[in-house]
């Protein structure tokens, strides 16, 4: 080969190699503002490309590789975390380890879901794609059918690129910024300094309804009452601020301290911190960090982390970490929990009252159901199918018929209710430490309630 067609070749590779750079013309990019300072380590001004990132050799390249590893380990990359079972005729089934069932992005790309179950359509939703998805805004209307009618056609689970956008934006910002106030579905109102983010998603499915109470009446009169109903499956939020749970006339509903508690956010209990050993629980990236998770394995034991809780300040003494050394009503052996008396024996008893895991399950709602239908609740099986999982999880049950001219004090409205904050409670995961005041006041009174309804007889204690 000639030296012409060297140079010819030369500067072809050389004219790939700078449209492929990540640097900008100036070969700079703006400073890095990232919301976690410790992925931050480029300044103002500095040289920067594609291997400032992707290098095996840069410190930056090694926190975004330990925080990709903490988000595999998350459900948001993997979807629902399930319990894989072993038998023996001492134990009889036990939980002997976990496996991932798979994002659900995949089949939940369209009807409203995607807007928060897809990376795709949760950018599209905080970017206004769809309108303004402030419940109280008057665009909210065109807001839900605008997502409703849309389909994801090649959905993606939540990845790093759904909070974050470094291509675009030269920095690691999150998409809806730290201390961005987020209206809720109910209407309630996070204004916290971190985890607007997570609010964004991790809240009650109202599905246009003004509350819980007007979303269940509207199904109770409309289609009837099915095992579909209730709050959906992420919340926190809504939790956290003491709104959307299906509330009684009369009652008055208060708040722990967490509410008010800037300090007590998303990020500052469940991300902990990705980079500072000495805040991490065994320095695993399946706890705390990207994983968000408050529950890991250290040495073989299931162990809660009570980090965040001592750091913000809020708790510098008075809450450890403890496993359940043996079954104790709705919490199984091996359950890791926060140990506060108050958290863990409230919810506990009411949530007995209202689903017995001794006796299969057959509480009050089990009572009503059959009081109204004269069937009973399905609840979830053991791999044997049919010794009910002492979890009382909710299988399915034959659908409550419409009742065109039901009030809040019909029967099946009673009951929906009572199901609608049984499944608020296991739905937000924290076992009260979210907000334990009103948790244990919505399932005082679906337990009450109930009991009236049913007649049993239950002790529902004293009103928290």
């Known amino acids: 080969m000639n030296l012409q067609r060297w140079l010819l070749v030369y500067f072809l590779v050389l004219s790939c190699l700078i449209e492929l750079s990540c640097n900008k013309d100036d070969n700079t990019l703006p400073p890095v503002i990232a919301v976690d300072a410790n992925i931050s380590s480029l300044s103002s001004g500095a040289s920067f490309n594609c291997f400032n990132c992707h290098s095996e050799t840069t410190e ?22 399930a319990a894989i079972y072993g038998y023996n005729p001492t134990t009889l089934w036990t939980i002997i380890g976990y496996e991932w069932e798979g994002s659900d992005a995949f089949y939940s790309n369209g009807g409203g879901c995607q807007v ?121 939020a809504d939790m956290l601020l003491g709104k959307g749970g299906a509330e009684y006339t009369g009652k008055s509903y208060g708040n722990s301290s967490h509410t008010a508690n800037d300090a007590a956010n998303c990020i500052s209990c469940h991300k902990v911190d990705d980079f ?61 929990y926060f140990d506060k008396s108050s958290y863990y024996s409230q919810l506990n008893t009411t949530l007995v009252k209202l689903a017995d895991p001794s006796a299969n399950c057959t509480g009050l709602l089990q009572t009503a159901y059959n009081a109204i239908t004269g069937g009973n609740i399905q609840w979830k099986k053991y791999p044997d199918g049919i010794t009910v999982n002492k979890r009382c999880i909710v299988s399915s049950f034959t659908k409550i018929p419409a009742n065109p001219t039901a009030t809040e004090n019909s029967n099946e409205t009673r009951f929906a209710k009572a199901y609608w904050n049984f499944l608020f409670a296991l739905e937000d995961k924290s076992f009260g430490v979210h907000n334990l005041r009103y948790a244990s006041q919505l399932l005082y009174d679906s337990c009450d309630d109930l009991n009236s309804l049913t007649a049993s007889g239950v002790n529902c204690g004293a009103r928290p």
Not at 180 to 190: F, I, N, Q, R
């Open 60 to 81: 930056l390249g090694n926190k975004i590789e330990w925080a990709k590893a903490g988000w595999d380990e998350s459900v948001h990359a993997n979807g629902y975390r």
């Open 276 to 336: 500072d050993e000495s805040k991490r629980l065994s320095l695993s990236p399946a706890v705390g960090g990207h994983s968000f998770t408050t529950v890991g394995i250290v040495h073989g034991t299931p162990k809660a982390i009570d980090i965040g809780c001592k750091t913000t300040g809020c708790h510098p003494t008075g809450v450890s970490a403890k496993t359940i050394s043996a079954d104790d009503g709705y919490l199984l052996k091996g359950d890791a």
């Open 116 to 236: 928060c179950h897809t990376k795709e359509g949760f950018r599209k939703k905080i970017a206004g794609t769809y309108g303004n998805y402030n419940p109280l805004s008057v665009g909210y209307v065109a807001y839900r059918s605008a997502i409703t009618t849309d389909v994801i056609q090649y959905p993606s689970n939540l990845t790093c690129f759904a909070c974050h956008s470094p291509h675009e934006k030269g920095n690691f910002e999150l998409l809806v910024a730290d201390g961005s106030d987020v209206t809720t579905e109910t209407g309630a109102l996070y204004m916290k300094s971190q985890g607007s983010i997570c609010a964004s998603c991790h809240q009650v499915r109202l599905s246009g309804s003004a509350s819980a109470n007007e979303s269940i009446l509207a199904q109770v009169q409309g289609n009837g009452v099915s095992n579909r109903t209730g709050p959906h499956h992420g919340p926190q």
